[in-house]
């Protein structure tokens, strides 16, 4: 019984730390120092959030939104009961043959475009988590033409939009240059407005979309 007592008491204390104190602490302290990244780096428009800065966006089909920039291909799944996305990857090996009929149909929707030349990677091939943000910034200038074409803007002004959401190497060595796809998205809605009445039925756009947690 001499020895319950210091047990009792070392791990009530351990629980009022670890459980509490610990978590209080940190939780205050991202809040105070990192508001918008402790809580997801949310993006609004007219006080409704339509996505997240460092999670790439679900859209079922972005050849009906010529007028976007196109992010990468994901293999996250979507629940449409609760418009939860979950992270995952296609797992398919570099001779599964869905996998290379996946990417020969994204090269030729990509060629349909009007693209010509070496097609990136990362536009036709997905992400182990599914959630990528980015493009490459060759990825989105091939995109520059079909954009500037949709929305009745110079092509100068369209890579004048992705320049400005072009981010560097962090620290100048971690990673490479990339191109956030929703900062860009919502630029091109905010100063270069696509005309309703020639999107048709095609139903809520990347950058309208409610945002999914993937």
Known sequence: ??????????????FVLCCGVYPG????????????????????RDGKVV????????VADWAAHPEYLWGRPSGASNDAATNITY????????????YLDEVKAR???L???????????D???????????HISPAAAAIQAPRIASARHVP????????????ETSTFGFLGEPRVNVLLVNLDLDAQAPYAASAKGATGASPANAPVSQK
Request: proline fraction near 5%; charge should be negative.
């Open 1 to 14: 019984m001499e020895n319950l007592r210091p047990c009792l008491v070392i791990s009530a204390a351990l």
């Open 25 to 44: 602490v940190v939780t205050a302290g991202a809040q105070v120092l990192f508001k918008d990244e402790a809580n997801g780096s949310l993006l609004s």
């Open 51 to 58: 996505g997240s800065e460092i999670i790439g966006q679900s």
């Open 87 to 98: 992270s995952s990857g296609s797992n398919y090996g570099p001779m599964n043959g869905a």
């Open 107 to 109: 090269v030729a929707l």
């Open 111 to 121: 060629r349909s475009t009007g693209v010509t030349g070496p097609v990136p990677a």
């Open 123 to 133: 536009l036709v091939t997905k992400s182990a988590s599914g959630l990528d943000p």
């Open 155 to 166: 092509e100068s002004a369209v890579r004048d939009f992705i320049a400005r959401h072009t």
